[in-house]
Nanobody, 115 residues
């Protein structure tokens, strides 16, 4: 099991940056997959970025070159640096962890990109 707590969301203008953090309640060294998803109003939850043990990462096409996912095992935290934010990035962002084929979710953090 793991509890995940996201932070770092907020209101930012187009072109701005935010760094989201996901603090885990246990070591993340052995968690195979950790990632970020987002859900905008009226839309389905979608994958934004995923990181697996061994350094493999996947990004949604819409965020490639702008978002970067990373892990800090010592701090039990996963980050997502988001640059050049666009209004269409507005959503609730959720952290996820896959342990023994079960997906754990955080409660989410709101990101709003607006002028």
């Amino acid at each position: 099991q793991v509890q995940l707590v996201e932070s770092g969301g907020g209101l930012v203008k187009p072109g701005g940056s935010l760094r989201l953090s996901c603090a885990a309640s246990r070591s993340i060294f052995s968690i195979y997959g950790m990632g970020w998803y987002r859900q905008a109003p009226g839309k389905q939850r979608e994958l934004v970025a995923r990181d697996t043990i061994g350094g493999n990462t996947n990004y949604a096409e819409s965020v490639k070159g702008r978002f970067t996912i990373s892990r800090d095992g010592a701090k039990k935290t996963v980050y997502m640096q988001m640059n050049n934010l666009k209004p269409e990035d507005t959503a609730v962002y959720y952290c996820s962890a896959v342990i023994n084929a079960y997906v754990y979710w955080g409660r989410g953090t709101q990101v709003t990109v607006s002028s």
